[in-house]
């Protein structure tokens, strides 16, 4: 049997501390006086480290079958790291926390998606169901928090993440590992599947949508409250955007069916190239906000939930933890850390629109990637891989 609530409940927790720390840390390090440029450093720190360590922890977890025991280390020592941010605020020790929570963080999300897939045995549709819980943490660590940060000291917001990590440790105890497939798995290497035009294009196109989010997750809520929004209209604009996200995850079985994993892919980076140019140059206009946020339902949950599925699908049993790393080191790690540092060097430089511009252009670029390099024939685009 699929432990549904089990899985769920650690996606719950996985994004209820991105909810609280995504959004609200950028904050906390602002007020305890870093510059745009360190804050951007640092919090490119969880890409960097998204782009080094899950390959080896794919590597490690395919070679020894041991994803569950990987996956409790790296909540464990992800907590530990956390702590860090308790004893000292000075610059090097924060860069210090940051990058060994990092390292280790970086290799939960690729281990639990390949889980969720064995358990599912086959039944991709049904992953949304389950990732949505996901989504609903993330609303409530980000509606919540923004609530109680416009009456709490922004610092409080350490001792809640530490709580989130704790959640997220107590989750990763209760999973069980996945037993083998029974359907037989043909071989092919991995660097014969990477050689694969359209999958060179996904993962092309994953850096550049990645890329375009740079700036929207490092100063997103400094960008609101900057033009005099509230802390917690700012938890609200978070909010609208996952409740987006968590429509899609749920429609995603029905979606599949009328609609091709590319076209999916093509959709959501098309509406990526329309979300940036708004939240740059319409920033004085809260519907346009309201408009652009609920983009992230395709800029992020179509587009997320297609390209795990694709990639489910092309590498095969034998490479599933090292197929969701790399997507997870090209998308997530390396794509964040360039969109995120770039928008660090010019958000003060040029300014928060023509930043948020250089973020449709990467998606513009994503798009041509992935129309370019995956043709629909013979790419296995269909919904049903």
């Known amino acids: 049997m699929i432990p549904y609530w089990r899985l769920s409940g650690y996606y719950f927790f996985y994004f209820a501390f991105i909810g609280a720390f995504s959004p609200y840390f950028s904050l906390y390090l602002q007020s305890i006086g870093n510059t745009a440029t360190q804050i951007a450093v640092l919090m490119s720190l969880m890409s960097v480290m998204r782009m080094l360590a899950p390959a080896l922890w794919g590597w490690l977890a395919d070679r020894l079958g041991a994803r569950t025991t990987i996956l409790r280390l790296s909540a464990l020592l992800s907590l530990?790291?956390?702590?860090?941010?308790?004893?000292?605020?000075?610059?090097?020790?924060?860069?210090?926390?940051?990058?060994?929570?990092?390292?280790?963080?970086?290799?939960?999300?690729?281990?639990?998606?390949?889980?969720?897939?064995?358990?599912?045995?086959?039944?991709?549709?049904?992953?949304?169901?389950i990732r949505v819980w996901g989504s609903v943490g993330f609303i409530v660590?980000?509606?919540?928090?923004?609530?109680?940060?416009?009456?709490?000291?922004?610092?409080?917001?350490?001792?809640?993440?530490?709580?989130?990590?704790?959640?997220?440790?107590?989750?990763?105890?209760?999973?069980?590992?996945?037993?083998?497939?029974?359907?037989?798995?043909?071989?092919?290497?991995?660097?014969?599947?990477?050689?694969?035009?359209?999958?060179?294009?996904?993962?092309?196109?994953?850096?550049?949508?990645?890329?375009?989010?740079?700036?929207?997750?490092?100063?997103?809520?400094?960008?609101?409250?900057?033009?005099g929004y509230s802390k917690s209209l700012v938890g609200w604009m978070w909010t609208l955007g996952v409740v987006a996200e968590i429509v899609v995850f749920m429609g995603m079985p029905q979606l599949l069916r009328v609609s091709s994993l590319r076209g999916i892919l093509i959709f959501s980076l098309a509406a990526a190239v329309l979300r940036f140019l708004l939240i740059g140059w319409?920033?004085?206009?809260?519907?346009?906000?309201?408009?652009?946020?609920?983009?992230?339902?395709?800029?992020?949950?179509?587009?997320?939930?297609?390209?795990?599925?694709?990639?489910?699908?092309?590498?095969?049993?034998?490479?599933?933890a090292r197929g969701q790393a790399l997507y997870g080191s090209i998308s997530f790690g390396a794509g964040g850390m360039i969109g995120g540092l770039i928008s660090g060097y010019t958000w003060e430089s040029i300014g928060p629109a023509w930043t948020y511009s250089l973020g449709s252009l990467f998606a513009l670029l994503g798009l041509l990637v992935l129309v370019g390099g995956w043709q629909e024939r013979g790419s296995s685009g269909r919904a049903d891989i």
């Not at 210090?96 to 039944?123: D, K, N, R």
């Not at 509606?143 to 990763?172: E, H, N, Q, R, T």
């Open 80 to 129: 530990i790291g956390f702590a860090g941010f308790l004893v000292s605020d000075a610059y090097g020790a924060l860069f210090a926390s940051m990058a060994f929570l990092a390292f280790f963080w970086s290799a939960a999300l690729p281990l639990v998606e390949t889980l969720t897939f064995a358990h599912l045995q086959g039944q991709a549709g049904r992953y949304g169901n």
């Open 141 to 227: 660590a980000v509606l919540g928090l923004g609530y109680l940060l416009d009456d709490l000291p922004v610092a409080a917001l350490l001792w809640i993440s530490l709580a989130l990590l704790g959640g997220i440790l107590f989750c990763a105890l209760t999973i069980p590992e996945a037993h083998a497939s029974s359907v037989p798995d043909v071989h092919v290497a991995l660097t014969e599947i990477l050689r694969r035009p359209h999958v060179r294009a996904l993962l092309a196109a994953c850096f550049f949508m990645s890329a375009a989010h740079g700036a929207l997750y490092v100063f997103y809520s400094l960008h609101l409250v900057a033009h």
């Open 282 to 320: 319409g920033a004085e206009s809260l519907v346009l906000l309201l408009f652009a946020q609920v983009l992230h339902g395709a800029t992020f949950g179509a587009y997320h939930a297609a390209a795990v599925a694709a990639v489910n699908g092309w590498f095969g049993t034998r490479h599933q």
